[in-house]
Structure formats: structure tokens, C-alpha cells
């Protein structure tokens, strides 16, 4: 008998709840006693939609077959050294003799951090049976219908709080539809457990990942890579304390912040430092003259019927960079040559976010000489390797750097 495919939260929890990568654990303080002292409580469930990246180039993937079983891969990838490694692996060959080259992507927001090893390896595969270049590039419905998204959550929890809208302890489990295999599943999970607190101290909290499997395709990097699902959870917790006292939820905010002595370790147990969201939200609030809005629109929506107005104050506290700390590496190689003129590769992809231009104006900057004076090369995984991917907002960050070391 044909088994109901598990399409979403709800049926991968109702087949038992099955996980394509092992869940993460976050915990500090009792919570247990932490909801049961607390004046009020509250249980709710939020569902967190998924995106797709509509990056406007498809994926795409040009293989050249060369001598002595060489293969050369023109990619659309933010992540050229993984490309090199899974078609190398697609054809048995070693890494030295695979090189991937990307000179720009159409757009990429994590839809090509892992999603473009499918399309140069079975690209590679081709050229290699027929022995003659072969391109690969899928019709944006087939690319839509193959390739994962930003994963959509379910964020299940319990709050205790006081009548003065200070959250006491916080429960929360957030679900995750990861498709047939782990992908990335396990670091996007993670960080949204890492954004699960946003700005704001849980006296006792407990947050749960549960990446599920489900019949669908493999979701992916998105950029945020799970810390915005992580922080709208957050921003659902103070805003339900909001409406169940009455408070204006900018208020709730504001008591719940981080700072102050005992109030600022997170769930994860990393102190926050230099805590100054309270003093940005006191100057954004006058300065924009919030109060006044906030007013103006209440008494506007009282008298429309169809059309209403809102207003919010948000913070934001989002880490940059890999949390697997190994992956925050990159590498440069800088030729100069006797006229003056400077060849420019790095590890980092370009995708429209202007990276290629910012690491050649650091050495331009290092060496004092004009931008035109440099030229910038693709990159290529045959002049810089074992690179990390472009992803984590990290890329002008560690590839600048690497080009300063090199200049």
C-alpha cells in the first residue's frame, strides 16, 4: 500500500516525527518552576512561512572535459570549493583535477550555497560520457519545483509573565520542514535557536529544534539562514505578553531587554556586551515621534471600516559569521606586476552585493594606487582553494582581510 506522502509540520509530527539531522538543546535556568511562580501564563503556536529565493539566473552549470581527465566547471555557486568536491567525487577523480570557476552569479541569497552541486555534477557527468562541453540550466518552473527554500517553521510555546509584561520563563519548540535530507537543516535550526531571544532576557528558558523530514524537496540556506524565523518567534512572544495586558508591545520591549546586572546571558550562554538597544530605541522614539504616531493611528483605525494603519518599533540582535568557527577562513592571491598593474583573486563569489568591487578597493587602499590599475579576476578554485561559501555575511569581512594580508 502507497504511504501518504508527509508534506508538512502537522503530518511529519503525526508519522512520528522522524529528523534528517540530530535537534538542538537550549536551556538556562528552571523552567519548569520558572512557569509555575510566574503570576500568568500563556501557550500558543505560530506557523513561520517559507520563500523562495527567485534569484533571477536560474541555476546554471557549464562542464568542459580537458586532458588528462580534467574537468573545468563554469558555475552559478556561492560555494565553488563544495562544487569542486562533489564533482570530483561524481567522477573519481581527485580535487586537483576538477576546477569550478564562477565570475558572477544573477543572484544567489543562499539558493546557491549547496542547491548548485546537483546541476555541475550531473552537467560534469555528461561531459565527461560524451566527451564534448555540455550546459545545464533548468527553466525557472523546473528550478522552482527542484531546489529547496527558506524553511518554514512551526514555533509551539509557553510563557510566564507578570502584569507589568516581564516574561519570567519562556518553553518553546521550533518545528522545522527540512525536506528528504539534512542539506543544511542542522545549522539553520540551530540559529534559529540562536535568534530565538532576539534582544530580549528570559529569566528561564528552554528552546528546542526539531528539523523534520518530510516528502518534499530539501530546504536550504536563505538569507538569515534561520535567524529571522528565530526572531519572529521572539517578537510573537512579546507581543502575545502585549495583547494579554493591555501594554503597548513597544513597552514589553522595553522591560524585557537585555542589560543590567544578572540580564545578560542568553539562552546559549554567551554574555551580551556593550548592550546600548535601549538607548536606540529611546532616541528612534522620540526622534520619530512614535507616541504621537501610535495615537494618530489608533484614532484613525477607530473610524475606518476596511483599511487599517500599524506602527512598530522593533530591535534586532543578529550574529554574522559560521557557527562552525572553521568556516570563518578565506584566502587571497595578489600578482603585481613590473608596470604597476595588479591581478586580484579571492575566495569569495560576487552575486550582486558588490564584493569584488570592496576587496579591490582594499588594495587599492593598501597599495595607494587608483582602482583602474587593478583587475579583477573570477573566482576560481584553481588559484585560491578550500575556500569557505559566500554566506553568513561574512564575505568582505574575511576575504578583505585575506587580500590585506596578501597585498
Known amino acids: 500500500q502507497e504511504a501518504r506522502p508527509l508534506l508538512d509540520v502537522a503530518a511529519a509530527r503525526a508519522a512520528g516525527g522522524e529528523l534528517v539531522t540530530d535537534p538542538l538543546k537550549l536551556e538556562r535556568g528552571d523552567v ?48 565553488p570549493s563544495e562544487v569542486q568536491h562533489m564533482v570530483a567525487q561524481v567522477l573519481g577523480k581527485g ?160 522591560r524585557n531587554l537585555y542589560g543590567g546586572a544578572g540580564r545578560e546571558i542568553t539562552p546559549y550562554h554567551q554574555p551580551v556586551e556593550d548592550m546600548i538597544a535601549g538607548e536606540v530605541i529611546d532616541d528612534l522614539e522620540h526622534s520619530c515621534d512614535y507616541r504621537a504616531r501610535h495615537e494618530a493611528i489608533r484614532a484613525f483605525n477607530r473610524t475606518s471600516p476596511v483599511i487599517k494603519r500599524g506602527i512598530a518599533l522593533t530591535p534586532v540582535k543578529f550574529g554574522i559569521s559560521f557557527t562552525a568557527t572553521w568556516y570563518n577562513q578565506a584566502g587571497a592571491l595578489v600578482h603585481v606586476y613590473t608596470d604597476g598593474t595588479v591581478a586580484l583573486n579571492h575566495g569569495g563569489t560576487e552575486m550582486g552585493q558588490g564584493l569584488y568591487q570592496k576587496v579591490a578597493q582594499v588594495v587599492a587602499q593598501a597599495f595607494g594606487i587608483g582602482l583602474e590599475q587593478i583587475k579583477i579576476t573570477a573566482t576560481t578554485t584553481g588559484k585560491v582553494p578550500n575556500t569557505s561559501a559566500t554566506a553568513a555575511s561574512s564575505g568582505s569581512d574575511l576575504n578583505g582581510m585575506a587580500a590585506l594580508d596578501a597585498c
Open 95 to 254: 580535487a586537483h583535477a576538477v576546477t569550478i570557476e564562477v565570475r558572477r552569479m544573477g543572484g544567489g541569497f543562499g539558493g546557491k550555497e549547496t542547491q548548485a552541486n546537483l546541476f555541475a555534477c550531473v552537467a560534469a557527468i555528461a561531459a565527461r560520457k560524451l566527451k564534448r562541453p555540455v550546459k545545464l540550466r533548468p527553466d525557472r518552473d523546473d528550478d522552482m519545483a527542484i531546489t529547496g527554500k527558506r524553511h518554514d517553521f512551526v514555533c509551539d510555546y509557553e510563557i510566564g509573565f507578570d502584569d507589568e509584561g516581564r516574561i519570567h520563563a519562556l518553553d518553546a519548540v521550533y518545528a522545522a520542514r527540512c525536506g528528504w535530507n539534512a542539506d543544511l537543516s542542522g545549522p539553520v535550526t540551530d540559529r534559529a535557536l540562536f535568534h530565538m531571544d532576539n534582544c530580549y532576557f528570559y529569566p528561564a528558558v528552554r528552546a528546542r529544534s526539531e528539523p523534520l523530514f518530510t516528502n518534499t524537496c530539501s530546504n536550504t540556506a536563505f538569507r538569515g539562514f534561520g535567524g529571522p524565523q528565530g526572531m519572529v518567534g521572539a517578537e510573537r512572544f512579546i507581543e502575545e505578553v502585549a495583547y494579554a495586558t493591555g501594554l503597548d508591545p513597544l513597552e514589553v520591549r522595553k
Open 32 to 79: 519548569a518552576a520558572g512557569l509555575a511562580a510566574s503570576p500568568r501564563r500563556l501557550k500558543g503556536s505560530m506557523a513561520i512561512g517559507g520563500q523562495d529565493h527567485f534569484y533571477l539566473e536560474s541555476q546554471i552549470a557549464l562542464a568542459i572535459p580537458g586532458e588528462d581527465g580534467d574537468m573545468l566547471v563554469h558555475s552559478s555557486t556561492q560555494h
